[in-house]
């Protein structure tokens, strides 16, 4: 389970990014976080992830206090709009970065490396170009990648806000069923209405560093 308890991050004397921030992810629950440019959804995930210190308030996933450990050690994947798959890797070479990082032998990781790309629909194309694949694909790498080292929190920014709307619509599908097979605990940030609603369990609204409103998605779409 993600735990953030009042969490706060300022920028400089003025911007307040963060602003008391409290929630909770229960382990293989989605949640997706919603809400204008600017209201602190990137900084959210980037206090969980280790890219950015609060100023005040505590991260706790698994029960354990993340403060001080380092992006690398926290046991959390990351999945960006910009997939940044390595172009002079092939597929394979990128969905096994993550494993051989965390000291998986040659064996290992071909077997999970495998294993990955047929859960995410990408069976035959570990050989493949990066630059060769499709924007969708890409996102599937980005995937595989981020799952490799079965990470106990998975976290998505915008995870396909480059793709079209048709393709978008049939892989939130796609997302939802295979977290709920994996048991996957989830972190999602998006603009996109639609996307969060189908994507999630339960939905977070940020407003100004504050969350504004949480619920299951119809709970929430409900509201005025
Ligand atoms: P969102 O992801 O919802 O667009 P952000 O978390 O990126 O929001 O930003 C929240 C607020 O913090 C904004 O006012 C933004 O300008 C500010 N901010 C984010 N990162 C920095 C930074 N590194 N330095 C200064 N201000 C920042
Ligand atoms: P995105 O829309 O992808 O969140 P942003 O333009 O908000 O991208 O932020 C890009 C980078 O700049 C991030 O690292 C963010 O923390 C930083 N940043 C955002 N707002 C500010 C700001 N007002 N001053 C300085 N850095 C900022």
Do not use: Y
């Not at 308030?57 to 390595?86: I, T």
């Amino acid at each position: 389970m993600l735990q953030l308890e009042d969490v706060t991050v300022r920028f400089g004397g003025h911007t307040t990014a963060l602003e008391g921030v409290s929630l909770r992810v229960a382990d293989g629950e989605i949640v997706c976080v919603l809400g204008p440019s600017g209201s602190g959804k990137s900084t959210l995930l980037r206090v969980v992830a280790g890219l950015q210190d609060a100023d005040a308030g505590r991260v706790l996933l698994a029960g354990r206090d993340l403060a001080g450990v380092p992006a690398h050690k926290r046991g959390v994947g990351l999945m960006f709009q910009d997939h940044q798959l390595f172009p002079q890797r092939d597929v394979a070479g990128n969905v096994a970065f993550g494993l051989r990082m965390h000291g998986s032998g040659r064996a290992e990781t071909e077997g999970r490396v495998a294993e990955l790309l047929r859960l995410v629909g990408l069976p035959d194309a570990g050989h493949r170009a990066v630059a060769a694949l499709s924007g969708g694909e890409q996102q599937r790498v980005a995937l595989a990648r981020a799952l490799a080292p079965r990470p106990r929190l998975l976290m998505l920014d915008e995870p396909l806000g480059q793709l079209d709307r048709g393709l978008r619509e049939r892989l939130v599908v796609e997302l939802r069923a295979l977290f709920h097979r994996l048991g996957t605990t989830a972190l999602a940030v998006t603009h996109d209405h639609g996307e969060a609603f189908a994507l999630a369990d339960r939905v977070v609204i940020m407003r100004e560093g504050r969350i504004a409103q949480a619920g299951g998605p119809l709970e929430v779409w409900q509201r005025p």
